[in-house]
């Protein structure tokens, strides 16, 4: 599996990216997906994540109703809009995806391919 994140970038607080995430290798459609963050420094962190089926998504307290993950299992494509950006959302953010099938999770061990990062910015 190969996953590519792109669209990270330097903005102003209060701005808004749309992170795009793409995936190869497998049925993309079957499998949960998730975005993490790692600010320097700190741990890798869960962001969002969302089902197979794209009906079910899930937010940290922190970015929730800000922040809406979708998919387009027709591109094998996820997506991270992310509006109202904060300094303290700075960070390389990651796509990740399950290791099982109709399965999400929070949880990041619960996922095992990885994208290279893309890295957000958020200036105050």
């Known amino acids: 599996v190969q996953l590519q994140a792109y669209g990270g970038g330097l903005v102003q607080a209060g701005g808004s990216l749309r992170l795009s995430c793409a995936a190869s290798g497998r049925t993309f459609s079957n499998y949960g997906m998730g975005w993490f963050r790692q600010a320097p420094g700190k741990e890798r962190k869960f962001v969002a994540a969302i089902s197979w089926s794209g009906g079910t998504t899930y937010y940290a307290e922190s970015v929730k109703g800000r922040f809406t993950m979708s998919r387009d299992n027709a591109k094998n494509t996820v997506y991270l809009r992310m509006n109202s950006l904060k300094p303290e959302d700075t960070a390389v953010y990651y796509c990740?995806?399950?290791?099982?099938?109709?399965?999400?999770?929070?949880?990041?061990?619960?996922?095992?391919?990885w994208g290279q990062g893309t890295l957000v910015t958020v200036s105050s």
């Open positions: 990740a995806a399950s290791d099982k099938p109709f399965y999400s999770s929070t949880s990041i061990s619960d996922y095992a391919y």
